[in-house]
């Protein structure tokens, strides 16, 4: 789980908050991406697609999504796990045939 502000704006998305459904938005290269709290689906452009696990509102205020979810959901960002320093590398998918790095986002064994 990450934080959902911070992962949607390292990928240049809008976001937003929902506050009367308790849900966090995204909005990206036209998809309309609707993370209801709590639930083990989003909307992706108004139709439902499961996820791998629900977002949480944690104790301290912050909404926080899965990481592999948000990444499938984005359809242009690559995960790739790096055995030797135990990281995983988030990327924009292929430009010009080559992977373009975007964030280290976080340790494997420090993951919330």
Same mark, same amino acid.
């Given at each position: 789980?990450?934080?959902?502000?911070?992962?949607a704006t390292c990928f240049g *998305?809008? !976001?937003?908050w929902y506050g009367d459904s308790g849900s966090a938005v995204i909005d990206y290269n036209g998809k309309h991406i609707v993370i209801p709290i709590g639930m083990p689906y989003a909307y992706v452009n108004g139709v439902q697609t499961p996820i791998n696990a629900p977002a949480e509102i944690m104790?301290?205020?912050? *909404?926080? !999504?899965?990481?592999?979810?948000?990444?499938?959901?984005?359809g242009?960002?690559?995960?790739?796990?790096d055995s030797p320093t135990e990281t995983i590398v988030a990327s924009k998918a292929p430009i010009s045939?080559?992977?373009?790095?975007a964030y280290y986002v976080a340790l494997y064994n420090s993951i919330i």
């Open positions: 789980m990450v934080p959902f502000r911070f992962i *998305t809008d !976001v937003d104790t301290f205020g912050r *909404t926080f !999504v899965p990481f592999r979810a948000v990444s499938e959901l984005l242009d960002v690559v995960l790739d796990y045939g080559q992977y373009h790095l």
